[in-house]
Structure formats: C-alpha cells, structure tokens
T-cell receptor
Framework: GAVVSQHPSWVICKSGTSVKIECRSL??????MFWYRQFPKQSLMLMAT?????????EQGVEKDKFLINHASLTLSTLTVTSAHPEDSSFYIC???????????FGNGTRLTVT | AQTVTQSQPEMSVQEAETVTLSCTYD???????LFWYKQPPSRQMILVIR??????QNATENRFSVNFQKAAKSFSLKISDSQLGDAAMYFC?????????????FGTGTRLQVTL
C-alpha cells in the first residue's frame, strides 16, 4: 500500500533555531499534503494544506511566517519551524493523498522538543 | 464549519467482548465522508473504516462496523471480539465531499483499553 515517510521521527533543538521536517510519498504522487499538530492526549489539529507548486493554505491562528511549508514536488513537502520556542514542542504529523477523493495516508509523525 | 464530538474520553472493554465508541458531528452539508482512525502508542494513524454519507448501508470491516444515523448526525464504531491489539486512541473524522481542500476534521478522541 501507499507509504508516507516522515523524517525525522524525533528532533530536539534549542530555542531560537529552526528545524525542518520532511514528508515524502514513497510510491505515489501526492498532489495535496496536510500538516497536523497534536498536543499530548489531544486531537490532531490541521495547520495547513499544501498543494504541489502553490502556496500553502494555513488554518486560522497558524502563523505562516513561523511554520513555513514548501511543496516543491509531487513527492515532497517540508515544514520548517522557524525561531522555535518551547511552546512549539509538539507532535507534527503529515498526510498525503494522490487525487481529490483518494485515501489519505499518514506519516509516522515527528516529535519536536524545543529546549 | 463542521465539528466532530466524541463524548467518551476513555472506554474499557474485556478481551473478546464488544464495545461501541460514540461520535456525533454537525454539518449543513448533505454529502460527506466519515472515518474512524486508530492511533496506537506508535502514533501512526491507521484508517479503520470509512462511510460515505450517501450510502445507507453501514460500513463493515471484519470486526469493525459502524452505525451511521444521518438524520441524527451520529456515527458510532462497534468493535466485536475485542483484542489486546485494539487498545489505542480512536478518532472520528469528517471530510467534506466537495471543495478543493477536502480536509479532515477530527474529534477529540476516545482512549480504548482492552483488559484480559
């Protein structure tokens, strides 16, 4: 079945630095990718929708200058957390789909800890 | 905007027994999809079952079945013959049938414990 690879699976960074998370579709071309954030014992909150070759659409309340999303190819989307702060520590999950009504496939997530 | 509500933060079931997880949603749309996802401790999101709103027949996948009540906007998940591996967080999710984004809206989740 379709696989979405997310890297790294965990990362620790210092406050003020930036960290990049990659989301790759391994065996299909993903026209759309979604980025979610999940706090401990809470649900997944959509941060942004990314379509290949165009600017990401951010959900209300998500700072686009802080969470930079790039979807430069049909198999790769990246989320860069800029000037990270401890409150950005969370679990970030990407998902991808090939076509509009295709099933969504999720990555394994990235646990970000900002010290 | 659509909302998804899961009123049971935690549920417990004995192995081999049956458990039902509740989900209600609010929407003004007539066509949409509903999903149940499982998130085990590994945090990987796993699709359990999917229901198209235009289908009257309840979806089933092996030991998993749903009770879809469109008028009541209810979408419960029944797990039969529960197994230890069913222990996980379960999220109900809604997706519009139309619209270019077609994003998923998740409920708050139900943590299912399976006991011996």
């Amino acid at each position: 079945g379709a696989v979405v690879s997310q890297h790294p699976s965990w990362v620790i960074c210092k406050s003020g630095t930036s960290v990049k998370i990659e989301c790759r579709s391994l065996d299909f071309q993903a026209t759309t990718m979604f980025w979610y954030r999940q706090f401990p014992k809470q649900s997944l909150m959509l941060m942004a929708t990314s379509n290949e070759g165009s600017k990401a659409t951010y959900e209300q309340g998500v700072e686009k200058d802080k969470f930079l999303i790039n979807h430069a190819s049909l198999t790769l989307s990246t989320l860069t957390v800029t000037s990270a702060h401890p409150e950005d520590s969370s679990f970030y999950i990407c998902s991808a789909r090939a076509l509009y009504n295709s099933p969504l496939h999720f990555g394994n997530g990235t646990r970000l800890t900002v010290t | 905007a659509q909302t998804v509500t899961q009123s049971q933060p935690e549920m417990s079931v004995q192995e081999a027994e049956t458990v039902t997880l509740s989900c209600t949603y609010d929407t003004s749309e007539s066509d949409y999809y509903l999903f149940w996802y499982k998130q085990p401790p590994s945090r990987q999101m796993i699709l359990v079952i999917r229901q198209e709103a235009y289908k009257q027949q309840n979806a089933t996948e092996n030991r998993f079945s749903v009770n879809f009540q469109k008028a009541a906007k209810s979408f419960s998940l029944k797990i039969s013959d529960s197994q230890l591996g069913d222990a996980a967080m379960y999220f109900c999710a809604y997706r519009s049938f139309t619209g270019t984004a077609s994003k998923l809206t998740f409920g708050t989740g139900t943590r299912l414990q399976v006991t011996l």
